[in-house]
């Protein structure tokens, strides 16, 4: 398995036909053991990650240590 997991998800709410979105997150979160991270990027607003273990938020000149 992967240590870390890297997502496009577009749509904070849902999903959409062109990429990915929230609700496919959570699936993917669901298929996922709890210690992959899935880090989030490609966003348009800001998704709610609570409930989703190891899930974080991409930003601008970030950095994540694994």
Excluded: Q, W
């Excluded at 577009?10 to 979105?21: D, I």
């Excluded at 699936?27 to 989703?52: C, D, Q, S």
């Amino acid at each position: 398995g992967a240590d870390v997991y890297v997502v496009d998800c577009t749509y904070s709410e849902g999903c959409g036909p062109e990429h990915m979105g929230l609700d496919d997150v959570k699936k993917i979160r669901k298929r996922l053991p709890p210690e992959t991270a899935i880090i989030l990027t490609h966003r348009n607003g800001l998704p709610n990650v609570n409930g989703l273990e190891n899930t974080l938020i991409a930003e601008d000149l970030k950095t994540f240590r694994f």
